[in-house]
């Protein structure tokens, strides 16, 4: 039996339905130790500047490993004054290299969170980064059959969440996303009028952390893990709008 409402959930891929930052936090303190054997690392505000590099180049190589690997290899020139020798940056490229190659780690629960909610509404996959990557990761995560679609997109703001919408012949009162993201998953989808459930993972990028959403928005629901997924969209789905 269908519920009223929303009849069609969203759902983030990375740090939502399997491990993604944890690794990415490794591969920066590894960087941060290759850059460590030429600069003071407080003194070059490593941290800081690697982000910096990061956000900047989003519009150029996107979201994902390749371009991070490209970032780091930029931030490594300019932090050690071009000093950084061809070894060093040859670990830094066999950093992304590890990442692309990781194997897919479920978090606790998701599968079956995920099964259940198939049963009582069409589910879609959305997530963004390097294509091959995720559509590695879609491929090795072994349920990605439960899905009626899957959407690998470049940024996830209002305007590609309105293109799906729009090519789902769905309004979004109809549509819940369920994310860690509030940047990326919960926020935009809130704007255009729809539902979100944050499921906030225990390290996040600080990109996806530049925005806020207030925490008594009506349409906004947090949980702690994906066993409360089912019954938090079943809540949702049954109260007005």
Known sequence: ???????????DADDTLWRSQDYFDEAQLEFERIVGAYADLRDARVHERLYEVEKRN?????????????????????ITAQKI?????????????????????????VREAVEAVAADFDVVLI?????????????QCGFADLFRRIEIVSE?????????LEEFDLPAERFAMVG????SDIAPVLELGGW??????????????????????????????????????????????
């Open 156 to 164: 996830k703001d209002v305007s590609t969440y309105a293109r799906l």
């Open 1 to 11: 039996m269908r519920m009223s409402e929303i009849t069609l959930v969203g759902f």
């Open 127 to 139: 997530t963004k980064g390097d294509l091959f990557h995720q559509e590695a990761k879609v491929r």
């Open 85 to 109: 020798e061809a070894r060093d940056v040859h670990r830094i490229v066999q950093l992304g290299k590890d990442l692309l190659r990781h194997p897919v780690e479920l978090l606790p629960g």
């Open 58 to 78: 989003i519009a150029l190589f996107g979201y994902g490993v390749k371009g991070m690997v490209l970032s780091m290899i930029e931030a490594a020139v300019d």
């Open 180 to 183: 860690n993201s509030l940047r």
């Open 196 to 241: 979100g459930i944050h499921v906030p993972y225990h390290t996040t990028w600080a990109h996806e952390n530049e925005a806020e959403v207030a925490e008594s928005a009506p349409r906004l629901r947090r949980i702690g893990s994906a066993h409360e997924l089912p019954a938090a969209l079943r809540e949702l789905a049954g109260r007005p709008g």
